[in-house]
Nanobody, 127 residues
Framework: QVQLVESGGGSVQAGASLRLSCAAS????????VGWFRQAPGKEREFVSA????????DYADSVKGRFAISRDNAANTVYLQMNRLKPEDRAVYYC????????????????????WGQGTQVTVSS
């Protein structure tokens, strides 16, 4: 099973930017939709963004649309999440995950449609 490792989190001031990376251990990573989710303290994990296999299509939660950008480099087995104009409410542990099965479904927003979760990377935004 593919292993995913997130990195790039940190503590920043509101308005700053961070870029998260999700590196996969297996080349077949490029055959799957990849998503980013986040979990804030005391809240359930929520969908943030997803990208199709080729990177041609992107999907975003309304709360991050226009501020975050997802991309992927299949040659490097890596998916990125560029986060701009960060807000205190963006504070959370961010996870990447791979689509559970290769399907033609799009968008892919629910946790049950993903597996191979990474360990998460903490993002803290102070006001």
């Amino acid at each position: 099973q593919v292993q995913l490792v997130e990195s790039g989190g940190g503590s920043v001031q509101a308005g700053a930017s961070l870029r998260l990376s999700c590196a996969a251990s297996h080349q077949t990573f490029s055959e799957y939709v990849v998503g980013w989710f986040r979990q804030a303290p005391g809240k359930e994990r929520e969908f943030v963004s997803a990208v199709t296999r080729t990177g041609a299509l992107e999907d975003y939660a309304d709360s991050v649309k226009g501020r975050f950008a997802i991309s992927r480099d299949n040659a490097a087995n890596t998916v990125y999440l560029q986060m701009n104009r960060l807000k205190p409410e963006d504070r959370a542990v961010y996870y990447c995950a791979r689509e559970r099965r290769i399907t033609s479904k799009w968008p892919v927003r629910t946790e049950s449609e993903y597996d191979s979760w990474g360990q998460g990377t903490q993002v803290t935004v102070s006001s």
